[in-house]
Nanobody
Framework: QVQLVESGGGLVQAGGSLRLSCAAS????????MGWFRQAPGKEREFVIA????????NYADSVKGRFTISRDNAKNTVYLQMNSLKPEDTAVYYC?????????????????WGQGTQVTVSS
């Protein structure tokens, strides 16, 4: 089992940047596909971006392509989400998630472990 703790959220103006981190504890972080999801008030949780176990493959939602980047440091048991050119519509609680088996998926139900979330607010 793995425990996930996000950090780095906050308030930023439109056009600005934030970097989220997700620290994992437990065994074999490198064996998990890692993803970021977000949930805005009144909306369902949605896929943002994910990265393969080795870090060699990524998958992005169309809404963040060219603006968000995911990376991981398996030696530090940490996955990062670099968010640039932020827009007010990016405002949400951002969740880190881990998937133990299979390939990258965009499905919420495909992830086994979740962090508690970190708030990102983008002002216009």
């Amino acid at each position: 089992q793995v425990q996930l703790v996000e950090s780095g959220g906050g308030l930023v103006q439109a056009g600005g940047s934030l970097r989220l981190s997700c620290a994992a504890s437990g065994r074999t972080f490198s064996s998990y596909i890692m993803g970021w999801f977000r949930q805005a008030p009144g909306k369902e949780r949605e896929f943002v971006i994910a990265i393969s176990r080795s870090g060699g493959s990524t998958n992005y939602a169309d809404s963040v392509k060219g603006r968000f980047t995911i990376s991981r440091d398996n030696a530090k048991n940490t996955v990062y989400l670099q968010m640039n050119s932020l827009k007010p519509e990016d405002t949400a609680v951002y969740y880190c998630a881990g998937r133990a088996f299979g390939a990258i998926t965009r499905s919420v139900s495909g992830y086994d472990y979740w962090g508690q979330g970190t708030q990102v607010t983008v002002s216009s």
